[in-house]
């Protein structure tokens, strides 16, 4: 199981402008700024449950990602994940976790990639027949056989996203962490890292915590929602209270034979009476974006972006 409660973390900034003078300058004064990444943040996920932590750029979720998988300590506040503090049992609590990056890689780039997975038995210490096992499966699942024998900075991004995946789950823990893990990636590798997904939540028990911009991976994945915003929590449930929450923005869904007349984007700004000139957005329903353009109108009205 996983706790936080009253998390708050915050960065300081340096800034500086352009140019050699204020470079110089900097050398002797550096201005700093205090972003408050996280404020308040509070949520329990129970094992095996798959979840989603959505929210604009720079909201607070790779940093929330950070602290609960032990990178960062946060100013506040406390974080259990199985009964442990993850900054504080950093070797036990890595043994239980998988984190998966989209835009940073755990694959040496210049090996191929059984090396690479061979390197992490190693530093996991997994036994040989469970490497074995492991890898046999995973290659199987995530159609990896004829990539184990290439550098991984000869991959496509689909093709290294498999073998991330893969590397994340060869010493079989109990929590995953998936921040981003489809950017960039075509349909068909999308679909297969979903299925997998799914199937390892269904086969094994993981507990997933996905953080994504694409609610099309949130959808087909996960059955809660954590929106997050300006470092805090501003929804905790279900797609159908995140789609309440956006009516209560102005932002309404229709069927399709209720669209005729839209215009070919499926999306129609309009003003209401007795709304006080506040602008309503109609969504229609078969359109494939209608989530986001729900999810960004939602951003918009909650001033989170």
Request: net charge neutral; aromatic share 4%.
């Amino acid at each position: 199981m996983i706790t936080m409660e009253h998390v708050c973390k915050s960065y300081r900034v340096s800034k500086r402008s352009a140019g050699m003078i204020a470079a110089c300058k900097a050398l002797f004064r550096r201005e700093t700024e205090t972003v408050q990444a996280l404020s308040d943040v509070s949520f329990t996920i129970q094992d095996g449950e798959m979840v989603g932590y959505i929210g604009p750029n720079g909201a607070g979720k790779s940093s929330t990602i950070k602290i609960l998988s032990g990178i960062l300590t946060p100013d506040a506040g406390t974080c259990l994940v199985d009964g442990r503090v993850p900054w504080k049992d950093r070797i036990a609590h890595v043994r239980q976790i998988g984190v998966v990056f989209g835009q940073r890689s755990q694959l040496w780039w210049d090996v191929p990639v059984a090396d690479s997975f061979s390197l992490l038995k190693d530093i996991y210490s997994i036994p040989q027949s469970q490497f074995h096992n492991n890898v046999e499966e995973l290659t199987e699942l995530l159609h990896l056989e004829e990539l184990l024998k290439t550098p991984a900075r000869q991959l496509s991004l689909g093709q290294r996203m498999r073998c991330e995946i893969a590397a994340s789950l060869l010493h079989d823990p109990r929590i995953l962490f998936l921040d981003e893990p489809t950017i960039g990636l075509d349909a068909v590798s999308k679909l297969a890292v979903r299925d997998f997904i799914l199937r390892r939540n269904r086969d094994h028990g993981t507990t997933v915590i996905l953080t994504t911009h694409d609610m099309q991976d949130i959808e087909a994945l996960t059955r809660r929602i954590i929106l997050i915003g300006r470092g805090r929590i501003l929804l905790d449930g279900s797609l159908e209270d995140m789609r309440r929450l956006a009516g209560a923005a102005g932002v309404r869904e229709q069927d399709a034979a209720g669209a005729q007349g839209q215009d070919t984007a499926g999306a129609q700004r309009q003003e209401t009476a007795g709304a006080r000139g506040q602008e309503t957005v109609e969504v229609r329903q078969d359109d494939p974006a209608a989530l986001d353009r729900i999810v960004a109108r939602l951003y918009e009205q909650l001033h989170i972006i």
